[in-house]
């Protein structure tokens, strides 16, 4: 088992086989424990005990917080990042560390599901009394058919994705994250076009 391979570790040196399994395990261990914490996270917003930090988040600030964790999946799946934001004081209203988690979600699909040589591109912009984030990209695209469907807990699109597969609550969890903040998540996709998902939440009165 895990525990004998470990022992047999410290005694001697791994083979490349016990080490790819070792690999094997610490990937479904990760998996599964990211599946227990997004389940939390589901199950307390639906329940109404999810605690929110609301308060005045300039966008620019969080465009810059993502754009790190995100650059180096685009630059390895070699895809160009954009960012387009024509006002620096432009701010919403929210939960600073939950639009984090929804930006790295819709990014990290974003990056997934374009190939190479592709665009993903963040639009920032003011509309009305809300604040609008836009992640367009330039891959497979989503069936009409499918688009709600995408918001669903455990779907998930292209199971032969090369990239790899997530738990199927990324999207589900956003779109609540969103609405819980007065917000909302929306997408429009074709198949072979592209999607663009839309990220609106209640713009602050100091926001321009």
Same mark, same amino acid.
């Given at each position: ?11 001697? @040196?791994?083979? #490349? ?5 070792? #690999? ?17 996270? *589901? ?10 930090? $609301?308060?005045?988040? @300039? $966008?620019?600030? &969080?465009?810059? %917080? ?19 934001? #024509?006002? @620096? ?20 699909? %974003? ?10 591109? &963040? ?26 469907? $995408?918001?669903? @807990?455990?779907?998930?699109?292209? /199971?032969?994705? /090369? ?16 609405? &819980?903040?007065?917000? #909302?998540?929306? &997408? ?12 609106? *939440? /209640? ?6």
């Amino acid at each position: 088992g895990y525990a004998a391979l470990l022992d047999e570790g410290i005694r001697g @040196p791994l083979t #490349d086989g016990q080490r790819e399994y070792i #690999d094997r395990i610490r990937h479904s261990q990760n998996h599964f424990l990211s599946l227990v914490n997004e389940l939390l996270d *589901l199950a307390k917003i639906e329940s109404g005990q999810f605690v929110l930090r $609301v308060g005045t988040v @300039p $966008v620019q600030s &969080v465009l810059e %917080a993502v754009h790190p964790m995100i650059e180096p999946q685009a630059r390895a799946s070699h895809l160009r990042l954009e960012t387009v934001l #024509d006002d @620096p004081a432009l701010a919403f209203q929210a939960d600073r560390e939950r639009v984090e988690q929804i930006m790295l979600n819709l990014l990290s699909n %974003a990056v997934k599901f374009t190939p190479a040589g592709g665009v993903v591109r &963040v639009i920032a912009a003011p509309v009305s009394d809300a604040v609008s984030l836009q992640v367009q990209d330039t891959g497979v695209g989503i069936p009409a058919g499918k688009l709600e469907a $995408v918001f669903e @807990p455990f779907v998930q699109l292209e /199971p032969s994705q /090369p990239r790899g597969r997530g738990t199927g609550l990324g999207l589900a969890i956003s779109r609540e994250l969103a609405r &819980v903040m007065h917000g #909302d998540l929306t &997408v429009e996709s074709a198949r072979g076009q592209g999607s663009t998902f839309t990220l609106r *939440l /209640p713009r602050a009165r100091s926001g321009r």
